[in-house]
Protein backbone atom coordinates (compact mmCIF):
# COMPACT_ATOMS: atom_id res chain seq x y z
CA UNK A 1 0.00 0.00 0.00
CA UNK A 2 1.14 3.43 -0.64
CA UNK A 3 1.74 5.70 1.97
CA UNK A 4 -0.77 8.54 1.56
CA UNK A 5 0.98 10.74 3.87
CA UNK A 6 4.11 10.77 1.15
CA UNK A 7 4.52 13.53 -1.00
CA UNK A 8 4.02 12.56 -4.85
CA UNK A 9 5.49 16.08 -6.35
CA UNK A 10 9.12 15.91 -5.46
CA UNK A 11 9.80 12.65 -7.74
CA UNK A 12 10.72 12.91 -10.88
CA UNK A 13 9.70 10.63 -13.73
CA UNK A 14 12.53 9.48 -15.67
CA UNK A 15 16.54 10.33 -15.26
CA UNK A 16 18.49 12.37 -17.63
CA UNK A 17 20.41 9.65 -19.43
CA UNK A 18 24.90 10.56 -19.92
CA UNK A 19 26.76 9.80 -22.77
CA UNK A 20 23.98 9.20 -25.26
CA UNK A 21 23.09 11.36 -28.64
CA UNK A 22 20.90 13.87 -26.83
CA UNK A 23 23.83 14.54 -24.42
CA UNK A 24 25.03 17.80 -26.55
CA UNK A 25 23.65 20.93 -25.17
CA UNK A 26 21.65 23.09 -27.45
CA UNK A 27 24.61 25.92 -28.01
CA UNK A 28 26.80 22.18 -28.94
CA UNK A 29 24.14 21.78 -31.73
CA UNK A 30 23.92 25.20 -32.90
CA UNK A 31 27.39 25.17 -33.54
CA UNK A 32 27.18 21.43 -34.66
CA UNK A 33 24.76 22.95 -37.00
CA UNK A 34 26.64 25.89 -38.37
CA UNK A 35 29.68 23.76 -39.18
CA UNK A 36 27.67 21.19 -41.38
CA UNK A 37 25.76 24.24 -43.43
CA UNK A 38 29.53 25.54 -43.72
CA UNK A 39 30.51 21.95 -44.84
CA UNK A 40 27.95 21.63 -46.99
CA UNK A 41 28.29 25.11 -48.75
CA UNK A 42 31.98 24.10 -49.76
CA UNK A 43 30.99 21.22 -51.10
CA UNK A 44 28.68 22.50 -53.23
CA UNK A 45 30.90 25.44 -54.43
CA UNK A 46 33.39 23.18 -55.64
CA UNK A 47 30.90 20.60 -57.40
CA UNK A 48 29.40 23.77 -59.22
CA UNK A 49 32.82 25.79 -59.43
CA UNK A 50 35.70 24.07 -61.43
CA UNK A 51 36.19 20.16 -60.63
CA UNK A 52 39.67 19.15 -61.94
CA UNK A 53 41.61 22.76 -61.76
CA UNK A 54 43.75 21.67 -59.25
CA UNK A 55 44.06 18.07 -60.74
CA UNK A 56 45.16 19.74 -64.13
CA UNK A 57 42.49 18.48 -66.11
CA UNK A 58 41.39 20.77 -68.93
CA UNK A 59 38.94 23.49 -68.29
CA UNK A 60 35.22 22.18 -69.25
CA UNK A 61 34.39 25.54 -71.19
CA UNK A 62 37.55 25.80 -73.50
CA UNK A 63 37.82 29.50 -75.19
CA UNK A 64 37.29 29.66 -78.90
CA UNK A 65 40.95 30.72 -79.08
CA UNK A 66 42.34 27.16 -77.16
CA UNK A 67 39.88 24.94 -79.35
CA UNK A 68 40.54 23.39 -82.65
CA UNK A 69 39.56 25.19 -85.30
CA UNK A 70 36.21 24.65 -87.30
CA UNK A 71 35.94 23.55 -90.36
CA UNK A 72 35.00 25.43 -93.64
CA UNK A 73 32.86 23.51 -95.94
CA UNK A 74 33.13 24.56 -99.78
CA UNK A 75 30.49 24.23 -102.52
CA UNK A 76 29.50 25.67 -105.75
CA UNK A 77 27.05 28.09 -104.12
CA UNK A 78 25.77 29.12 -101.08
CA UNK A 79 21.92 28.59 -100.29
CA UNK A 80 19.85 31.27 -100.71
CA UNK A 81 17.39 30.42 -97.05
CA UNK A 82 20.45 29.61 -95.48
CA UNK A 83 23.83 31.12 -96.65
CA UNK A 84 25.89 28.34 -95.80
CA UNK A 85 27.47 26.54 -99.21
CA UNK A 86 25.78 23.88 -100.43
CA UNK A 87 27.12 21.03 -103.75
CA UNK A 88 30.21 20.08 -101.49
CA UNK A 89 33.52 20.06 -103.10
CA UNK A 90 36.88 20.93 -102.41
CA UNK A 91 37.77 21.21 -106.19
CA UNK A 92 37.57 24.07 -108.57
CA UNK A 93 37.97 24.43 -111.68
CA UNK A 94 37.70 27.11 -114.19
CA UNK A 95 34.25 28.15 -114.83
CA UNK A 96 32.94 26.58 -111.25
CA UNK A 97 31.60 28.84 -108.71
CA UNK A 98 34.00 28.86 -105.65
CA UNK A 99 31.82 29.41 -101.91
CA UNK A 100 32.28 28.79 -98.46
CA UNK A 101 30.75 28.74 -95.18
CA UNK A 102 31.24 28.32 -91.73
CA UNK A 103 28.96 27.87 -88.43
CA UNK A 104 29.77 29.49 -85.23
CA UNK A 105 28.65 28.16 -81.47
CA UNK A 106 27.68 32.13 -81.09
CA UNK A 107 27.84 35.34 -82.85
CA UNK A 108 31.47 36.60 -83.95
CA UNK A 109 31.11 40.23 -82.13
CA UNK A 110 33.03 41.91 -84.96
CA UNK A 111 32.09 43.16 -88.32
CA UNK A 112 34.98 41.64 -90.21
CA UNK A 113 37.13 38.99 -90.12
CA UNK A 114 40.80 38.05 -91.38
CA UNK A 115 41.13 35.52 -94.32
CA UNK A 116 44.47 33.87 -95.14
CA UNK A 117 45.61 31.58 -98.14
CA UNK A 118 48.48 29.53 -98.22
CA UNK A 119 49.84 27.13 -100.67
CA UNK A 120 50.31 23.70 -99.77
CA UNK A 121 53.84 22.61 -100.09
CA UNK A 122 57.37 22.30 -98.44
CA UNK A 123 56.97 24.63 -97.09
CA UNK A 124 54.01 26.18 -97.32
CA UNK A 125 53.69 29.89 -99.35
CA UNK A 126 51.46 32.53 -98.33
CA UNK A 127 49.42 33.71 -101.51
CA UNK A 128 46.87 35.53 -99.61
CA UNK A 129 48.30 37.63 -96.46
CA UNK A 130 45.37 38.14 -94.18
CA UNK A 131 42.41 40.21 -95.21
CA UNK A 132 39.39 41.83 -93.96
CA UNK A 133 35.83 40.00 -95.18
CA UNK A 134 33.06 41.75 -93.68
CA UNK A 135 30.51 39.83 -91.62
CA UNK A 136 27.53 41.08 -89.52
CA UNK A 137 28.48 41.03 -85.81
CA UNK A 138 24.88 39.05 -84.74
CA UNK A 139 25.76 36.22 -87.16
CA UNK A 140 26.51 32.83 -86.79
CA UNK A 141 27.56 32.30 -90.19
CA UNK A 142 30.71 33.51 -92.03
CA UNK A 143 30.49 32.96 -95.84
CA UNK A 144 31.69 34.08 -99.40
CA UNK A 145 32.00 33.42 -102.55
CA UNK A 146 33.45 33.91 -105.72
CA UNK A 147 33.71 32.51 -109.04
CA UNK A 148 36.84 30.04 -109.36
CA UNK A 149 37.99 31.88 -112.73
CA UNK A 150 39.01 34.69 -110.52
CA UNK A 151 41.17 32.25 -107.54
CA UNK A 152 42.79 30.85 -110.12
CA UNK A 153 43.91 34.15 -111.50
CA UNK A 154 45.29 35.37 -108.48
CA UNK A 155 46.80 32.15 -106.71
CA UNK A 156 47.46 29.91 -109.93
CA UNK A 157 46.76 26.19 -109.67
CA UNK A 158 47.27 23.76 -107.03
CA UNK A 159 46.23 23.03 -103.58
CA UNK A 160 45.58 25.79 -100.97
CA UNK A 161 44.76 26.07 -96.86
CA UNK A 162 42.31 28.55 -96.22
CA UNK A 163 42.13 29.73 -92.76
CA UNK A 164 39.80 32.48 -91.01
CA UNK A 165 40.94 34.46 -88.31
CA UNK A 166 38.55 36.60 -85.78
CA UNK A 167 42.18 38.72 -85.37
CA UNK A 168 45.24 37.70 -87.13
CA UNK A 169 47.42 37.33 -83.95
CA UNK A 170 44.71 34.53 -82.75
CA UNK A 171 44.73 31.46 -83.55
CA UNK A 172 42.17 30.61 -85.93
CA UNK A 173 38.84 30.40 -85.70
CA UNK A 174 38.27 27.77 -88.86
CA UNK A 175 40.20 25.92 -91.36
CA UNK A 176 39.95 24.10 -94.89
CA UNK A 177 41.59 22.90 -97.75
CA UNK A 178 40.77 22.80 -101.52
CA UNK A 179 42.12 22.56 -104.82
CA UNK A 180 42.00 24.52 -108.00
CA UNK A 181 42.73 23.17 -111.45
CA UNK A 182 42.65 24.61 -114.92
CA UNK A 183 40.30 23.95 -117.28
CA UNK A 184 42.38 21.43 -119.10
CA UNK A 185 43.61 19.43 -115.98
Known amino acids: MRNRWRRLTGRRMARPVTGG ?6 RTRIV ?10 AVIAFVVGRPGK ?3 TPDPSPTRAAAAPLPIAFGTALDSATGVAIHPTERFAAGDHFAYSVQLAAPIG ?23 QEV ?6 IAFSVPAN ?5 FGEGEFVMRIYGDPSDKPLAEGHFRLIGAGT
Open 21 to 26: PTSLGP
Open 136 to 141: SSKSRL
Open 110 to 132: RDAVEVEVLRVGQPPSVVQEPAA
Open 54 to 56: DAG
Open 150 to 154: ALIKA
Open 32 to 41: FGWVAAAALI
